[in-house]
């Protein structure tokens, strides 16, 4: 949007000392160092009503509580939108009293005073209209494809089974947690390898790295499957790999999966809620099967690895994932220009 001539605030409430923001004309951060989302309430009715915006975004349903209460409060003529990135079956709860009902109460209370409302699914839209009687939002993907994006595939890798490629390579990204159903994805490489030569690497870290890698020791795959760590840029590893594979049991939307096409890798996801079967078209883009199922998994990457989808088809999918695109459809939504 500073690209586009706007001028852009940007209020963050906490960061890591690791983060680091665009050098953009236009663009101004305020860190409030501010950890939990309800002591933003006050800085951001201050900061309302001096600052005076026309518009808001926010992200996930905490902030856009806080946020809305802020804007009914200050007064504020700020059109805003809210967007919902996770599934509200895991930010709610129907049980009296409790943190997630809590939230819910405020929620409904203070949803009118939005503008827009957005999911970054259509299958999350249906799953706030179970959640909510009559909420009003709609369906906006985020940005996937930009120009920084196009310019990090090209990077290049350091890594054996990359630059000497033997076998096909396949690649995995994302926190190793037990949602992400990396041990399913292990299993089934091994079925996988009983039939054809192949290679794994899996990219991130988190709580479960050691129990994996012990799956990996015991089942004798430490010469076919290695744990890569943190990558900083995983864009140039999809861009060199015949498959990426989504073992997840719950996902937003995943863009890793989005990421993975934009780089011409052919996907094969499980058919979790919310997001693959939704980006893959039911199978038109990709490869999907049922969650966890080894074995189901890898008969799909076995097709995959036979059929590749053809990279134009790759190229169509992810094109309401485009940086203009989004941007687009969002000022659309707010009745703006530009």
Known sequence: MAKRGHDVVMVVGHVNKDCTFP???????????????RDMLFPLIRFLKTEKPDVVFAAEDHLNAILLLAAILSGSKAKISGSSRVTPFDTYSNRLFSKRWMLKQVVRTVMWRAN???????????????????????CVYNIVDDAQSRTRIEESVEHPWVNEKQAPLLVAAGRLAPWKGFDDLIKAVELVLARTDVRLLIMGDGPLRDELQSLIDSRGLTEKIELVGYVDNPLKYFARADVFVLSSHVEGLPNVLVEAMMCGCTPVSTDCPTGPREVLQDGKYGYLAPMR?????????DKAI?????????????????????????????????
């Open 306 to 338: 036979e059929t590749p989808v053809d990279s134009e088809l790759l190229a169509e999918a992810v094109l309401p994932f485009e940086e203009n695109t989004v941007i687009d459809r969002h000022f659309d939504l707010l009745g703006l220009e530009g």
């Open 23 to 37: 050098d953009v004309d236009g663009l101004k951060v305020h860190i409030w160092k501010k950890p939990k989302v």
């Open 116 to 138: 827009v409302l957005t999911c970054v699914s259509k299958d999350m839209v249906e799953q706030y209209r179970k959640i909510f009687s009559n909420p009003s939002h709609v």
């Open 293 to 301: 199922d080894p074995a189901a998994l890898a008969l799909a990457i």
